[in-house]
């Protein structure tokens, strides 16, 4: 785990897949959170934005601490030397993921990306496709062996969402969880939920010695 300031500073890449409300809203949780995040969107997510919210491309990027351009290799976190907490892609397109299996990558967001890998740093995806082929699992099964995290935003209907809102709060609070961060946004099993197990309760202390 990186010390000092590098353990606060989180990178984020947003892609061009289906579900860029994902990458604002981990953005926004991040700064609640007090994290410095390094945020780097894809032109093919600027697109995606404006077919999908109603956020604007600088909109987004003002919610982070710093933004870089998508073809600008020689930003901070295009280094091993620049310390992170790690990095979050989301969403990740099927090309991105690509990119990151091969080593191959052609902007600054995979080549991020890259550098979490080679510097054995949390590297965090939330692909989005459906249905998959076995070329696809095999890349995901060769990043995942390669060290990422494969963690597409599945929905948690145990936790009985009432909006979409509700449904992206509990996957990004999710993401946070795998690194070690607490979003607040998360309906838990056996602790917020009232249908399901509660943790077991300690005997009652007994202060009569039983007899023999």
Partial sequence: MPSSAATRRLVVGISGASGVIYGVRLLEV?????????????????????????????????????????????????????????????????RTMSELATGVTTSLLTRAGDVMLKERRPLILMIRETPLHL????????????????????PALYARPKTVDELIDQSVGRIFDLLGLDATTTKRWGEDLAQGRRRPQPPAANPKTPKR
């Fill in 30 to 94: 991040a700064r609640a959170l007090g994290l410095e995040t390094h945020l780097v969107i894809s032109k093919a997510a600027e697109m995606t934005l404006g077919y999908e919210t109603e956020w604007k491309p600088d909109q987004v990027r003002a919610l982070a601490h710093t933004a870089y351009a998508a073809q600008d290799v020689g930003a901070a976190i295009a280094s091993g030397s620049f310390k992170t907490l790690g990095m979050i892609v989301a969403p990740c397109s099927i």
């Fill in 135 to 154: 070329g696809h699992l095999r890349t995901m099964t060769s990043l995942s062996e390669m060290g990422a995290i494969i963690a597409p935003p599945v």
